[in-house]
T-cell receptor
Framework: DTEVTQTPKHLVMGMTNKKSLKCEQH?????MYWYKQKAKKPPELMFV???????INESVPSRFSPECPNSSLLNLHLHALQPEDSALYLC????????????FGPGTRLTVL | GENVEQHPSTLSVQEGDSAVIKCTYS??????FPWYKQELGKRPQLIID?????GEKKDQRIAVTLNKTAKHFSLHITETQPEDSAVYFC?????????????FGKGTMLLVSP
Protein backbone atom coordinates (compact mmCIF):
# COMPACT_ATOMS: atom_id res chain seq x y z
CA ASP A 1 0.00 0.00 0.00
CA THR A 2 1.51 3.30 -1.12
CA GLU A 3 -1.27 5.50 0.18
CA VAL A 4 -0.70 8.97 1.55
CA THR A 5 -3.91 10.82 2.38
CA GLN A 6 -4.50 14.53 2.78
CA THR A 7 -7.40 16.57 4.12
CA PRO A 8 -9.13 18.73 3.19
CA LYS A 9 -9.10 18.41 -0.61
CA HIS A 10 -9.98 22.06 -1.05
CA LEU A 11 -9.66 25.00 1.34
CA VAL A 12 -10.66 28.62 0.91
CA MET A 13 -9.53 31.02 3.60
CA GLY A 14 -9.26 34.72 4.26
CA MET A 15 -6.01 36.42 5.11
CA THR A 16 -6.94 36.64 8.80
CA ASN A 17 -8.02 33.02 9.19
CA LYS A 18 -6.19 30.18 10.89
CA LYS A 19 -6.48 26.77 9.31
CA SER A 20 -4.61 23.49 9.21
CA LEU A 21 -3.76 20.93 6.55
CA LYS A 22 -3.45 17.29 7.52
CA CYS A 23 -1.43 14.44 6.03
CA GLU A 24 -1.50 10.79 7.09
CA GLN A 25 0.32 7.66 6.06
CA HIS A 26 0.13 4.20 7.57
CA UNK A 27 3.00 2.62 5.67
CA UNK A 28 5.50 2.98 8.52
CA UNK A 29 7.42 5.65 6.63
CA UNK A 30 9.71 7.68 8.87
CA UNK A 31 10.31 10.70 6.63
CA MET A 32 7.52 13.10 5.66
CA TYR A 33 7.63 16.15 3.45
CA TRP A 34 5.58 19.26 2.64
CA TYR A 35 5.73 20.71 -0.86
CA LYS A 36 4.07 23.72 -2.45
CA GLN A 37 3.12 23.58 -6.13
CA LYS A 38 1.98 26.53 -8.19
CA ALA A 39 0.20 26.03 -11.51
CA LYS A 40 2.43 24.71 -14.30
CA LYS A 41 5.45 24.54 -11.97
CA PRO A 42 7.22 21.65 -10.26
CA PRO A 43 6.72 20.96 -6.56
CA GLU A 44 8.91 23.08 -4.25
CA LEU A 45 10.12 21.59 -1.00
CA MET A 46 9.01 23.41 2.15
CA PHE A 47 9.75 21.13 5.12
CA VAL A 48 11.19 17.70 5.86
CA UNK A 49 10.53 15.67 9.00
CA UNK A 50 12.61 12.62 9.79
CA UNK A 51 11.69 10.44 12.81
CA UNK A 52 9.23 13.17 13.84
CA UNK A 53 11.96 15.82 14.00
CA UNK A 54 12.22 18.80 11.67
CA UNK A 55 15.25 18.21 9.43
CA ILE A 56 14.80 20.85 6.74
CA ASN A 57 13.02 24.20 6.64
CA GLU A 58 13.54 25.75 3.22
CA SER A 59 13.35 29.33 4.52
CA VAL A 60 9.57 29.17 4.60
CA PRO A 61 7.76 32.23 6.06
CA SER A 62 6.60 31.81 9.65
CA ARG A 63 2.96 32.05 8.60
CA PHE A 64 3.44 28.36 7.71
CA SER A 65 4.01 26.22 10.78
CA PRO A 66 4.60 22.47 10.45
CA GLU A 67 3.95 19.89 13.13
CA CYS A 68 4.59 16.16 13.32
CA PRO A 69 2.61 14.78 16.29
CA ASN A 70 3.54 11.16 15.55
CA SER A 71 5.16 9.01 12.90
CA SER A 72 1.95 8.73 10.84
CA LEU A 73 0.70 12.29 10.93
CA LEU A 74 1.95 15.59 9.56
CA ASN A 75 0.18 18.91 9.91
CA LEU A 76 0.71 22.31 8.34
CA HIS A 77 -0.77 25.18 10.30
CA LEU A 78 -1.64 28.30 8.33
CA HIS A 79 -2.07 31.81 9.69
CA ALA A 80 -2.22 35.26 8.10
CA LEU A 81 -1.61 33.93 4.60
CA GLN A 82 -1.31 36.08 1.50
CA PRO A 83 -3.12 35.58 -1.83
CA GLU A 84 0.20 34.51 -3.38
CA ASP A 85 0.18 31.52 -1.03
CA SER A 86 -2.67 30.05 -3.05
CA ALA A 87 -1.34 26.76 -4.45
CA LEU A 88 -1.57 22.98 -4.28
CA TYR A 89 0.04 21.74 -1.06
CA LEU A 90 1.42 18.24 -1.36
CA CYS A 91 2.55 15.87 1.33
CA UNK A 92 4.96 13.02 0.62
CA UNK A 93 6.60 10.24 2.62
CA UNK A 94 9.48 7.81 2.27
CA UNK A 95 10.67 4.74 4.16
CA UNK A 96 13.81 3.69 5.96
CA UNK A 97 16.61 2.30 3.74
CA UNK A 98 14.72 3.61 0.71
CA UNK A 99 14.59 7.26 1.70
CA UNK A 100 14.85 8.51 -1.85
CA UNK A 101 11.55 7.02 -3.11
CA UNK A 102 8.93 9.59 -2.19
CA UNK A 103 5.21 8.92 -2.51
CA PHE A 104 2.88 11.88 -2.80
CA GLY A 105 -0.56 12.46 -1.38
CA PRO A 106 -3.39 13.93 -3.49
CA GLY A 107 -2.78 17.44 -2.20
CA THR A 108 -4.89 20.24 -0.76
CA ARG A 109 -5.91 22.99 -3.16
CA LEU A 110 -5.63 26.20 -1.11
CA THR A 111 -7.15 29.51 -2.15
CA VAL A 112 -6.41 32.61 -0.08
CA LEU A 113 -8.82 35.49 -0.61
CA GLY B 1 22.97 23.12 -5.04
CA GLU B 2 21.55 20.69 -7.55
CA ASN B 3 20.10 22.02 -10.81
CA VAL B 4 17.96 19.91 -13.14
CA GLU B 5 17.23 21.01 -16.70
CA GLN B 6 14.38 19.33 -18.59
CA HIS B 7 13.53 19.46 -22.29
CA PRO B 8 11.29 19.91 -24.14
CA SER B 9 8.75 21.93 -22.18
CA THR B 10 5.96 20.77 -24.50
CA LEU B 11 5.77 17.66 -26.66
CA SER B 12 2.96 16.78 -29.05
CA VAL B 13 2.85 13.34 -30.68
CA GLN B 14 0.38 11.18 -32.54
CA GLU B 15 -1.01 8.09 -30.87
CA GLY B 16 1.36 5.20 -31.43
CA ASP B 17 4.44 7.38 -31.79
CA SER B 18 7.34 7.38 -29.34
CA ALA B 19 8.09 10.24 -26.98
CA VAL B 20 11.44 11.13 -25.43
CA ILE B 21 12.03 13.60 -22.61
CA LYS B 22 15.56 14.55 -21.60
CA CYS B 23 17.03 15.84 -18.34
CA THR B 24 20.47 16.90 -17.19
CA TYR B 25 21.65 17.36 -13.63
CA SER B 26 24.60 19.21 -12.15
CA UNK B 27 25.52 17.50 -8.89
CA UNK B 28 27.50 14.28 -9.22
CA UNK B 29 26.39 13.34 -5.66
CA UNK B 30 22.83 12.77 -6.93
CA UNK B 31 22.30 9.03 -7.20
CA UNK B 32 18.60 8.41 -7.77
CA PHE B 33 16.48 9.69 -10.64
CA PRO B 34 12.69 9.28 -10.50
CA TRP B 35 10.13 10.29 -13.09
CA TYR B 36 6.70 11.51 -12.03
CA LYS B 37 3.57 11.81 -14.12
CA GLN B 38 1.04 14.42 -13.06
CA GLU B 39 -2.40 14.62 -14.61
CA LEU B 40 -4.38 17.83 -14.28
CA GLY B 41 -5.51 18.32 -10.68
CA LYS B 42 -3.90 15.08 -9.52
CA ARG B 43 -0.89 14.10 -7.46
CA PRO B 44 2.56 13.46 -8.97
CA GLN B 45 2.69 9.72 -9.51
CA LEU B 46 5.98 7.84 -9.61
CA ILE B 47 6.10 5.95 -12.90
CA ILE B 48 9.69 4.76 -13.12
CA ASP B 49 13.02 5.41 -11.45
CA UNK B 50 16.68 4.55 -11.89
CA UNK B 51 19.63 4.42 -9.55
CA UNK B 52 23.13 5.51 -10.41
CA UNK B 53 24.51 1.97 -10.54
CA UNK B 54 22.20 1.08 -13.45
CA GLY B 55 22.31 2.36 -17.03
CA GLU B 56 18.83 1.45 -18.20
CA LYS B 57 15.51 0.27 -16.80
CA LYS B 58 12.35 -0.73 -18.60
CA ASP B 59 8.76 -1.25 -17.50
CA GLN B 60 6.43 -2.22 -20.33
CA ARG B 61 6.14 0.85 -22.63
CA ILE B 62 8.31 3.05 -20.42
CA ALA B 63 12.09 3.06 -20.19
CA VAL B 64 14.66 5.29 -18.57
CA THR B 65 18.33 5.60 -19.46
CA LEU B 66 21.10 7.17 -17.41
CA ASN B 67 24.51 8.42 -18.49
CA LYS B 68 26.38 9.27 -15.30
CA THR B 69 29.42 10.61 -17.12
CA ALA B 70 27.36 13.13 -19.04
CA LYS B 71 24.96 13.67 -16.08
CA HIS B 72 22.08 13.00 -18.41
CA PHE B 73 18.96 10.84 -18.14
CA SER B 74 15.98 10.33 -20.41
CA LEU B 75 12.44 8.97 -20.36
CA HIS B 76 11.26 6.96 -23.36
CA ILE B 77 7.59 6.14 -23.92
CA THR B 78 6.76 3.84 -26.82
CA GLU B 79 3.39 3.27 -28.48
CA THR B 80 1.94 6.37 -26.86
CA GLN B 81 -1.74 6.45 -25.96
CA PRO B 82 -4.06 9.41 -25.25
CA GLU B 83 -4.03 8.49 -21.55
CA ASP B 84 -0.28 9.20 -21.52
CA SER B 85 -1.15 12.90 -21.89
CA ALA B 86 0.05 14.63 -18.72
CA VAL B 87 2.91 16.68 -17.32
CA TYR B 88 6.07 14.65 -16.70
CA PHE B 89 8.68 15.75 -14.15
CA CYS B 90 12.16 14.35 -13.87
CA UNK B 91 14.00 14.70 -10.59
CA UNK B 92 17.41 14.11 -9.08
CA UNK B 93 17.68 12.91 -5.50
CA UNK B 94 20.33 13.15 -2.83
CA UNK B 95 20.25 11.40 0.49
CA UNK B 96 20.27 13.23 3.79
CA UNK B 97 20.41 11.59 7.20
CA UNK B 98 17.04 9.84 7.35
CA UNK B 99 15.45 11.59 4.37
CA UNK B 100 16.08 12.60 0.77
CA UNK B 101 15.82 15.81 -1.20
CA UNK B 102 14.33 15.89 -4.69
CA UNK B 103 15.23 18.57 -7.20
CA PHE B 104 12.68 18.65 -10.01
CA GLY B 105 12.98 19.69 -13.60
CA LYS B 106 10.45 22.25 -14.83
CA GLY B 107 8.25 19.63 -16.44
CA THR B 108 7.21 18.50 -19.91
CA MET B 109 3.61 18.68 -21.03
CA LEU B 110 3.00 15.65 -23.23
CA LEU B 111 -0.02 15.72 -25.50
CA VAL B 112 -0.93 12.54 -27.36
CA SER B 113 -3.46 13.07 -30.13
CA PRO B 114 -5.71 10.19 -31.26
Amino acid sequence: DTEVTQTPKHLVMGMTNKKSLKCEQHMGHRAMYWYKQKAKKPPELMFVYSYEKLSINESVPSRFSPECPNSSLLNLHLHALQPEDSALYLCASSQERLWDTQYFGPGTRLTVL
Amino acid sequence: GENVEQHPSTLSVQEGDSAVIKCTYSDSASNYFPWYKQELGKRPQLIIDIRSNVGEKKDQRIAVTLNKTAKHFSLHITETQPEDSAVYFCAASKMGSGYSTLTFGKGTMLLVSP
